[in-house]
């Protein structure tokens, strides 16, 4: 059915991240070959002509912004709660921050008094991968969730440096986010100032946070100096204790033709134990750097299985995936629980059959 823009409800268009660069696209698209796939909307309790919007927020402000005046829309035939739990199920493989997902579960808490039990069992998740979003959204002023809604800084970025920072100084978590909006930092640039922040003494946090000019203008310096990327060096060093590895393996075929003695297999086997201590606290020294930003995981019993690609039909605006990490930090958990994953903006059920999903137009990595 056709909808005018102004029987359209967008109570829940403020859980949106904004990314303009794929607005832009959905817009060209919508120009040159319209509206492919409807949004979502639900009728509203007590108003006939109005319609809450459950999915096809980004779609509503491209066609405005074309000058259209009505919208294509699928109406189900569910209550407000029911929709958004549906639609939210058929989103959590997509590629969605925890912010975004804790933005959602905080609304539904709120207004219709779901439990972290009953959010768990209607999304298919764990309570703790509820209560650890819950806790996240809790965490972040607002201001900076703002910031992040808007487009000026990433999720992602907020994930993995502002949350942790947080944890620490709220003073110093708004002042980095100012620094990061006033200097429009990438991930690469956010992740230096966070690093030398963390390494530094509170003098030094200080003085980064105070003049960040200076930082930055230090680090570019710094960088054409810089031929390899740690990282780089890392496992190139890891490759070489694999190859080490290789090699004491083969000669130790040609020791025990030759029989080894009890010293000897005795200071191997210490050899070994320091070497499998050392890797292991290697590993976990990896962990923790990825746990920091608590991004989302999948649960074994996870409906929402990832797809291997998120390929362009239709009016589908080209999103850009949000790099993943495996681990979640235990330090941000509001309650108790084990571990679990995330989510975006794009499926809808034909409205005569709300079981048979099909991909939305253009809608990658929203919230409802």
């Avoid at 130790?252 to 191997?268: K, S, T």
């Avoid at 108790?336 to 005569?352: C, L, M, V």
Wanted: with cysteine.
């Amino acid at each position: 059915m056709r909808l005018e823009f102004h029987q359209l409800d967008r109570r829940w268009e403020h859980l949106r991240v904004r990314h303009p660069g794929r607005q832009r696209r959905l817009l060209a698209s919508l120009a040159e070959a319209g509206q492919q796939t409807p949004i979502v909307v639900v009728a509203t309790e007590g108003q006939p002509e109005r319609y809450l919007v459950i999915d096809g927020y980004k779609r509503i402000a491209a066609l405005q912004q074309l000058g259209r005046d009505t919208v294509e829309a699928v109406v189900w035939p569910m209550s407000e709660a029911e929709a958004i739990l549906l639609d939210r199920s058929l989103r959590l493989s997509e590629h969605e921050s925890a912010l975004e997902q804790g933005w959602l579960l905080q609304e539904m808490e709120r207004r219709f008094g779901y439990s972290l039990d009953e959010l768990a069992r209607r999304l298919d998740r764990s309570v703790s991968w509820v209560s650890r979003r819950l806790a996240l959204v809790e965490l972040v002023p607002e201001a900076i969730q703002q910031q992040v809604r808007e487009g000026q800084i990433s999720a992602h970025v907020a994930m993995k440096f502002l949350v942790p920072v947080t944890r620490v100084s709220v003073e110093d978590c708004q002042r980095m986010a100012a620094v990061f909006v006033q200097y429009h930092c990438d991930t690469r640039q956010a992740g230096q100032l966070y690093t030398a922040w963390r390494n530094g003494s509170p003098a030094v946090r200080k003085r980064i946070l105070a003049e960040p000019e200076l930082f930055f203008k230090t680090q570019r310096q710094i960088e054409p100096e810089t031929t390899t990327q740690p990282a780089a060096e890392l496992l190139r060093d890891l490759e070489m204790v694999a190859a080490i590895v290789s090699r004491a393996h083969r000669r130790l075929a040609n020791a025990a033709a030759m029989e080894m003695d009890d010293q000897q297999c005795q200071a191997a086997r210490r050899q070994i134990e320091q070497a499998r201590y050392q890797l292991q606290r290697l590993a976990e020294r990896i962990d923790k750097e990825q746990t920091e930003h608590v991004e989302p995981s999948a649960t074994d019993h996870n409906s929402g299985a990832e797809h291997p690609g998120s390929g362009q039909t239709g009016n589908r605006a080209g999103a850009g995936h949000l790099p993943r990490s495996g681990a979640e930090s235990t330090a941000v958990q509001r309650r108790a629980g084990s571990g679990d994953t995330p989510a975006g903006e794009s499926r809808t059920p034909p409205a005569t059959d709300p079981g048979a999903f099909q991909r939305l137009q253009g809608e990658s990595g929203a919230s409802p």
